[in-house]
């Protein structure tokens, strides 16, 4: 089992199990806790996903540092790796990895004496080479059900293998050593992950490379005896030394696909395994395979199953960044739609009440999609509204935000974000866009125009980047429209709706805000005819009424709670 061993002065520390996920941190509800200053309560965690444990920082004050390098995201640990938690060293050891050096795979030599397609492992047991009585057939049979049975009785890989390895030993008195490889995904390469000895005491084993290949490329079992007692490999002192006589190899299959091999070594000279043990060794590797078939299933369910709570979660924590409902000024209509394409979404909008009768009104588009966009996002949006506390100015609140984030950012985040102040008595609108999308105004006249503002940054490009400014005014009747590349970049057979097509459907009926809305995404369905949206979808539009006290617009589909 991993373990993580914690330094405390000169003591050789103290040991946590590592059985489930665990967090370490000064907190009293942490599952590893360290009494230190420099500890945060919630400093960081340790966690295991498909059998592989990581380590992740949790926003310490101090850092958590791996073999001595300051983590920057999560990271895996391997056997004997030393972590650091704000200055208290600790030491993370993991039996199966310490395996690594005890098989080696090597040219080694090794006649092979026998061999058997592993699905040919049922009939060897109904008619073994050797003859025997009923008994003691019916007792072969009963072994692989028992073996089947232990494998089956567990969920978690190690522990299976191991058993594995026991009851095998209890099935093959032959055996003195033997050990459990399984590969790294598909194609990739052998790793020990459980070992055993009949005196208990650690050992090292050189495994022939070509029997390995020969056993999980053509999926069949191998019986062989090792290169002592041929003359042309007298020099194999590793061999020697060992004193390995026979040797017999399967593969762990489960509907064709093999996930490892289990060994078995001999060192008697006068019990060296035979085509009916390899028969029984390969009955037992099926039951064997078709258990991890079924782990891995069960991990991938569950991992499956967190993933769509912590989505779900995401989901919910994200809508609490954006508008519950419209503003409601008097003189003034708003609405909005926003749709996420997955779970999560990179795009946003925003209104944000400014001093006197203004309002700030943002819509943006982080770059990618899914969480890493969701987070951008969150982040976005708070500095956004903290920068507009105290400023009315759009193109000084946006080189605020750019200049605060940037730093934060990696390579290749971005967001484009556009951001208009409405004077919500005089009709006077300042905008500054960060790269977005024009904003389109319907006139009174029916004509609908872009407002260029004119071409600054994105979010996140360059820290000390300028923003410029654009100012426009609405009429009584006149409705300026934001939207997301969602909606003119929606697609059908390599056919996008357009800005023309958007343009056209505005102009098309009522300058009302919400006509305004709804009518744009009947256009969109329409034009995708049920083709699945490929990208987030926000639209907002907003403008002063013929009515001197209207009824402020509701949007027309608010963001999901």
């Avoid at 209509?333 to 795009?347: C, E, I, K, M, N």
């Avoid at 507009?388 to 390579?411: G, K």
């Avoid at 105004?441 to 490009?461: F, H, K, S, W």
């Avoid at 300058?511 to 949206?533: H, I």
Wanted: proline share 5%; glycine share 10%.
């Amino acid at each position: 089992m991993p373990e993580l061993t914690v330094r405390t002065g000169t003591s050789a520390g103290i040991q946590f199990p590592l059985e489930q996920d665990v967090e370490v941190g000064r907190g009293a509800a942490t599952g590893v806790s360290v009494s230190d200053a420099g500890v945060s309560r919630r400093h960081a965690k340790l966690y295991r996903r498909s059998g592989v444990w990581y380590v992740q920082d949790l926003g310490s004050q101090n850092g958590t540092a791996l073999n001595g390098r300051r983590l920057e995201r999560e990271s895996r640990l391997k056997d004997g790796d030393t972590l650091s938690f704000g200055g208290v060293l600790c030491a993370f050891s993991d039996e199966r990895d310490s395996l690594s050096g005890s098989v080696i795979l090597s040219n080694v030599g090794h006649a092979v004496v026998g061999a058997r397609d592993a699905k040919a492992a049922l009939s060897g047991l109904l008619m073994p080479e050797k003859k025997e009585s009923v008994a003691d057939r019916a007792l072969r049979f009963q072994l692989v059900y028992d073996v089947g049975a232990a494998v089956s009785a567990t969920l978690d890989e190690d522990e299976m293998l191991n058993l594995v390895l026991a009851k095998v030993f209890d099935v093959f008195p032959k055996a003195d050593r033997g050990f459990v490889m399984l590969l790294d995904g598909p194609g990739g390469e052998l790793k020990p992950r459980a070992m055993k000895t009949r005196s208990g005491a650690p050992a090292s084993i050189t495994m022939s490379h070509t029997i390995a290949e020969d056993v999980v490329k053509n999926r069949r079992g191998v019986l062989s005896v090792d290169a002592m007692t041929d003359d042309r490999f007298q020099q194999g002192l590793s061999v020697q030394m060992l004193g390995i006589r026979s040797v017999v190899c399967v593969p762990l299959l489960a509907r064709d696909e093999v996930f490892g091999l289990l060994t078995l070594y001999s060192q008697n000279l006068d019990s060296r395994f035979e085509a009916d043990d390899m028969s029984l060794l390969l009955a037992i590797g099926a039951q064997v395979g078709l258990a991890l078939a079924n782990v891995r299933l069960h991990q991938k369910i569950v991992e499956q199953e967190l993933l769509r709570h912590d989505l779900a979660l995401a989901r919910r924590v994200q809508a609490g960044f954006l508008p519950r409902s419209a503003p409601e000024i008097a003189g003034w209509a708003f609405a909005a739609h926003y749709a996420p394409a997955l779970d999560v979404s990179g795009d946003f909008y925003s209104f944000i009440p400014l001093e006197g009768r203004r309002m700030a009104v943002a819509i943006g588009d982080v770059s990618g999609k899914g969480v890493s966009a969701a987070l951008l996002m969150a982040r976005l949006t708070s500095e956004l509204r903290a920068q507009a506390l105290s400023r009315t100015d759009p193109a000084e609140i946006l080189a605020r935000v750019n200049a605060a984030l940037t730093p934060e950012l990696d390579d290749g985040m971005f967001a484009t974000l556009a951001l208009l102040v409405l004077d919500t008595e005089t009709g006077r609108v300042d905008l500054a866009s960060a790269g977005h999308l024009p904003p389109l105004v319907r006139r009174i006249d029916g004509t609908v125009e872009p407002i260029p503002a004119p071409p600054n940054l994105p979010i996140g490009i360059q820290e000390d980047a300028e923003f410029q400014g654009e100012t426009f005014s609405l009429r009584n009747g006149e409705t300026v429209v934001l939207f997301t590349d969602g909606i003119s970049e929606a697609e059908r057979n390599g056919v996008l709706f357009g800005e023309p097509r958007l343009i056209e459907t505005i102009a098309a009926g009522s300058a009302a805000p919400g006509g305004v809305v709804s009518r744009v995404l009947k256009a969109v369905e329409d034009f995708l005819q049920g083709t699945p949206l490929g990208d987030d979808v926000t639209l907002v539009a907003m403008g002063p009424t013929l009515s001197p006290a209207p009824q402020a617009a509701r949007t027309a589909r608010m963001a999901p709670v």
